[in-house]
Each structure stands twice: as C-alpha cells, then as structure tokens.
C-alpha cells in the first residue's frame, strides 16, 4: 500500500509538479487540500478541485477558513496598524500561517505518513511552513520538491508538458498569491533590485478614474460597516472595500524586505483596502487614543509584524501582545471619511464621541479652556527643571576646569 502524503495545494504551478512528482516519481498517495484564505471564487475553486483530480490526487479537500483568518490574525495586524517595513502589510506572510495549520490538521485527520509543500529554497514560505510543522504534527516528514530539486519554474513547466499536463502556463510565468489581505505578485521584474511590474500583471486592472468617497464604521477596532451598510463579519466589509477601491490601483507596491533566511528581496502586491483600512484605523486612533496609548502600541504592534512575518505565530508572547492590543480598542469607534482617485486615496477626517480633539478642551493654536496662561508657565518651569539643574551644574564643573 502507497504511503499517504498531504499536500498544501494551490492549483499553481509549483504545487501542480508537486502532485506529479510525489505520485509518479515517489510513489505516494496524495491527499491535497487547499486552505482558502479569501483569494478564491467558488468557481476558481471547482476549478482547481478538478484539475487536482486530473493531476492524480487521491482526494481534495477545500477547507473554506477566511472567517478565522481573520479572527486569528487579521484583527491584531489592523489593530497594530501593522505594515512591514512601513510599506507592505504581509498579505502572504499572515495567510501562509493559517494555512499551515489547516494543512497540519488534515495531516492530523487522515494519519498521513508525510506533509508537503511547494515552497522554493529562497523565500520565507518555507520557513514557516515548516515550523509549524514541527510544532503541530512533530515526527512528520516534511518533503519539499521545488526546494530540493532547486527547479526553476521553466524546469518545472518542461517536466508537467512532459507529463502530458495541460495548464495556462503563460499566466504561470507570474507567481500570483491572492487573499483577504492582499495579493502578492511575482516575475523576473521583482528577481532585481531595479525594474516594475508591466500592468497586464497586476491581477485587478484599473477601470475607475473618477473621484469616490467612502465612508468607514469602526467599532472597538473592527471594520464593521461601509457607506451605512453593515456586515455581519469584518471580513466581509474587507472583500466590500477591496471591489470598490481596486479598480482604482490603489495598494500597488514593490516591498523590498529581509527574509527570515538573511537575503533580501522584492515582491509586488497590490492591496487597496488593506492600506485604506489601516491608514483610516489609524487615523481614527490618533483622535481617539492618549500619547502614550499610541506609543506603546506602536512599539508593541512593530514587534509583532515582524515575529509574525518570521512565522512565529505560535508564540505565547504573541497572545500577550493580541491582549494588549484589543484592550486598546475599547474607545477606537467611530466613522472616518476617505475620498478614492486612480492609485492614491486620502483620509479626510473622522467622527467620533470618543474624539479627543475635542472643542470643549479648546482649540490647537486657537484658545485653551483647560488652564491659563500662568499654569502653563508654571508648567513650563517644573517640565524643565531637572535640565536647567544639569546645565547649571555642568557650567560650575566647566568652569572650574
């Protein structure tokens, strides 16, 4: 009887060798299971579910886990403001996480002989995948062909054609990684320091070119309506937000980042509601939080993209950070206004009870209610005095000298 392996399936290229190679050259039983992380219609579902079969896959299995995506981790990266290297926000790196661990349940499920994936041997894929793996399911082989093999996608292409395997293997020419947070995309322009992506490949065209405005509810932190309409799960306000604001080619970028293996390299991405939701939460924030409520949050939430970026999810301290960060959103509710155009948007203000800039207090460079003229020199005197002791007892030593 053949060996039981499940693989973490995309219906990619990378995966596609995987499934031939793993049964025709080793012989395995492959069980596939894609963990939907909000990249896939149901159509493009039944679509790679059937061209899994036909690759000689065992069983597939979809397991639909966009809900706790972002119950899991979406919710800190907003509440964090997260953006890796204040440009990216790790569309891929907080995706491939949870479907590590769905593919290490359904390794759980099935009592596979071994766990696969099609990661290649210079990204931070790897790393995580595997990680979890030796937490989740410890013992379990964990084979990896496209690392191993160290193939290139044109190798892999010539061995599928030989295999009789029919795919679009132009489109396969980008390695496109579509989900709730962002979609990450992939080619020879991104393998060098210098050099953008053409427009035919970025996965959303642009079709919009007049002004829009929108309006974002926030409540405690989450994203829970758009122009007055409500969702019953952020996560659908998200995939709400993405179709109105993509056609716009907001969110384009090229983040250049340090892997966890220690080189650097670049990716495209085009995310335009992750970036207009966190730019909005964050304006909402600055309203309605204090100075220091904000300046720990930022050093705590900096700590936890990059931990999470490492794959280190699985962390305790991880789950400590999460319960700063959602108490800190007891007041952050309120609605902030946005206005889209082609590839920019603007956050034009907010409302909010909660809003601290608030005219009963004063007005910033106007007039104050809260103390006059006399407190503040007071103030000023007792917010300096251990400097001006310093100074004066520096000049005294200066001068003896």
Aim: net charge negative; with cysteine.
């Amino acid at each position: 009887m053949s060996k039981k392996i499940v693989l973490g399936f995309s219906g990619g290229l990378d995966t596609s060798y995987c499934v031939k190679y793993l049964r025709d050259d080793l012989g395995y039983e492959v069980h596939s299971i894609l963990v939907n992380t909000g990249g896939f219609s149901n159509e493009e579902l039944k679509q790679v579910e059937q061209h899994a079969f036909s690759l000689g896959v065992a069983s597939h299995k979809t397991l639909h886990a966009v809900h706790p995506y972002y119950d899991r981790i979406l919710r800190y990266l907003i509440y964090g403001n997260v953006l890796k290297n204040n440009t990216y926000p790790l569309s891929v790196s907080a995706e491939r996480l949870i479907q590590a661990l769905g593919i290490a349940d359904h390794v759980k499920e099935l009592n596979a002989d071994a766990v696969a994936h099609g990661s290649t041997g210079a990204g931070n894929d790897q790393v995580r995948f595997d990680m979890i793996f030796h937490i989740q399911i410890p013992g379990v082989p964990i084979l990896t062909p496209i690392r191993d093999l160290q193939l290139s996608r044109e190798t892999e292409i010539e061995y599928l054609k030989a295999k009789g395997v029919e795919m679009n293997f132009a489109k396969a020419a980008y390695s496109i990684n579509k989900g709730l947070w962002g979609t990450s995309v992939g080619g020879r322009e991104t393998l060098s320091s210098n050099g953008t992506l053409p427009e035919e490949a970025w996965p959303t065209p642009v079709t919009k070119s007049e002004s829009e405005s929108v309006q974002l509810q926030f409540t405690k932190g989450e994203l829970k309506a758009i122009n007055g309409e409500s969702f019953d799960h952020p996560s659908e306000a998200i995939q709400y937000l993405q179709r109105i604001a993509g056609p716009y080619g907001i969110g384009r970028d090229i983040h250049v980042g340090d892997t966890i293996i220690g080189i650097k390299g670049r990716v495209g991405f085009e995310a335009a509601a992750p970036m207009i939701i966190l730019k909005a939460h964050h304006a909402l924030e600055k309203h309605v939080l204090t100075k220091w409520q904000l300046q720990w949050k930022d050093q705590l939430a900096l700590f936890y993209g990059n931990w999470l970026h490492e794959g280190q999810i699985l962390d305790p301290v991880m789950r400590d950070i999460e319960a700063f960060l959602t108490n800190s959103q007891e007041n952050v509710t309120g609605t902030v206004f946005v206005q889209l155009h082609p590839y920019r948007f603007q956050v034009t203000g907010i409302e909010s009870e909660y809003d601290l800039m608030n005219s009963r207090f004063g007005k910033y460079g106007e007039m104050n209610a809260g103390f006059t003229g006399n407190d503040v020199r007071g103030f000023s005197r007792i917010a300096g005095q251990q400097t001006v002791i310093y100074e004066s007892v520096k000049r005294s030593v200066d001068e003896k000298d």
